[in-house]
């Protein structure tokens, strides 16, 4: 396995489990690339997750990552992320990307998108308490291997715990409560209140960590080292 295929048309993605993924191999370990440094990036086709009650965040990742072997003939790693809201009932979780659209793709832009998803996320949480907004990044992580048929051979996963911030008008004059805050990461970043105490605990958003301390706590660098962790046993194996 000279070559793993990070399966995502997500810029910020590839650069962050690139990152990840460089500091957690060993010297010598496979080279990681992007779908758009493959020839032919731009005939490559999009696998279909399920964004309902079909979905799973394993599901959509096993999905992505077999469907984009078959396409490259390259180990790929995928992965589906989102957003957990107790007080949601879970919520978004598998449509955390397309929450503000039920599911549904509208073909707006990244940011567009983020922005709504984040104020449709606010008002559903409108006058619940700070105690009862706990929530929680999750990631999903696929391998699958290239084959007749491709096959997923190891899964890994990962979390980030926190609570979603206040918007002003309901902090009560807690500017340190008053999402959204900070301007790294995208999505939901700007309003998770991270309470890991590695991350702060409570005082700190999670689009406010730098790069490094993202990468080393979040959700994506928890499942990206344990899946590197299991790729590095499945090659003594062999």
């Known amino acids: 396995m000279r070559r793993i295929v990070i399966a995502t048309g997500n810029p910020k993605k590839v650069e962050e ?6 500091e957690a191999m060993d010297e ?7 779908l758009a440094d493959l020839p032919g990036a731009d005939r490559l086709t999009e696998p279909e997750e399920h964004h309902d009650e079909r ?7 096993r999905l992505k990552a077999i469907g984009y072997a078959a396409q490259t003939d390259l180990p790929c790693l995928a992965d589906d992320s989102g957003l957990e809201v107790d007080a949601l009932g879970g919520r978004p979780g598998v449509i955390s990307s397309h929450y503000s659209t039920g599911g ?13 998803n984040n104020r449709k996320l606010l008002e559903d949480l409108k006058g619940v308490p700070l105690e009862r907004r ?13 084959g007749d048929p491709p096959q997923v051979v190891l899964t890994s996963r990962g979390e980030f715990e926190g609570r979603i911030g206040l918007p002003e008008a309901e902090a009560g004059g807690r500017m340190e409560l008053v999402v959204p805050r900070g301007g790294g990461g995208f999505g939901y970043d700007p309003l998770l209140l991270l309470t890991e105490p590695q991350a702060g605990a409570g005082t700190r958003t999670s689009a406010e960590l730098s790069p490094e301390e993202k990468n080393r706590l979040s959700h994506r660098g928890k499942a990206a080292r344990a899946m590197v962790e299991r790729i590095g046993a499945m090659r003594a194996e062999r």
């Open 55 to 61: 979905g799973s965040f394993e599901g959509n990742a």
């Open 28 to 34: 010598g370990g496979p080279e990681v690339l992007g």
């Open 134 to 146: 706990t929530a929680r990044f999750v990631c999903v992580m696929a391998l699958a291997m290239p």
């Open 17 to 22: 489990l690139r990152s990840i993924l460089a």
């Open 104 to 116: 549904a793709e509208t073909g707006l832009h990244r940011e567009e998108r983020d922005g709504a």
